[in-house]
């Protein structure tokens, strides 16, 4: 058996089929009870308004805390904000930032000591990717990244900077300090790979 996660995609599905069973139920018993209310003499009981009352609460109680980040996640406070299924290619083999588009990023999940090891190498490559492609010494670009201007997105400079929190992120911590993790680390490292084929491309066409 497959111990894959299911993806959004699939998650949606599944939660569209089992709210059309129970809406296919729902007409099924008020169409027999407006045929012949005797066909539902064995469902009968003495609390049955009470138990179809706690079923559906239970079913929304269930449902909507699984489906609403899904439909409704928030997107970051800025022109750029994305939320992408996957991570883009590189702009060349054996760049710094390559093995980090490769981690799986459970930070859900992580431990303390490994979401600080996943905050340090993303903040050394920002550092070193912008040392290399400006003129800034590296401290310059240390603070670069600590100000947040190294990039439009909110998420990311958030995460590798001082910068307050944006409305995703404030979003995620509500459900979890661990998703908001995860979510500003896989922006980060889009941010990343993004500035480095840009300014990548820009040397080239120099050259």
């Known amino acids: 058996m497959s111990n894959l996660p299911l993806s959004r995609t699939s998650i949606r599905g599944w939660g569209t089929l089992l709210g059309g069973l129970l809406a296919l139920t729902a007409a ?18 003495p609390r049955a308004d009470r138990l179809v009352i706690t079923g559906f609460l239970i079913v929304a109680m269930l449902a909507v805390p699984l489906l ?4 409704f ?30 981690h799986p990023l459970a930070g859900a999940r992580a431990t303390a000591s490994e979401q600080d090891e996943i905050h340090d ?11 290399r492609h400006t003129a ?9 990244v600590d100000r947040g201007d190294w990039t439009q997105n909110a998420a990311a400079a958030w995460f590798l900077g001082e910068t307050p929190p944006p409305r ?16 500003g680390a ?15 491309g820009t040397q080239e066409d120099a050259t």
């Open 28 to 45: 099924l018993v008020i169409l027999a009870a407006a045929i012949n209310p005797a066909l539902l003499g064995p469902l009968q009981h």
């Open 68 to 71: 609403f980040p899904l439909y």
């Open 136 to 144: 800034d010494t590296r401290d310059e670009a240390s603070a670069r």
């Open 168 to 183: 995703s992120i404030r979003f995620y911590r509500r459900l979890s300090d661990g998703l908001a993790f995860r979510h």
């Open 186 to 200: 896989r922006e980060t490292i889009h941010e990343i790979v993004a500035y480095e084929q840009s300014h990548t």
């Open 121 to 131: 190498r993303l903040r050394t490559a920002a550092i070193t990717m912008i040392h």
């Open 73 to 102: 996640e928030p997107a970051d406070d800025d022109t750029d904000a994305y939320e992408p299924e996957a991570t883009p290619d590189i702009p060349y083999a054996g760049t710094d930032i390559e093995p980090l588009t490769r």
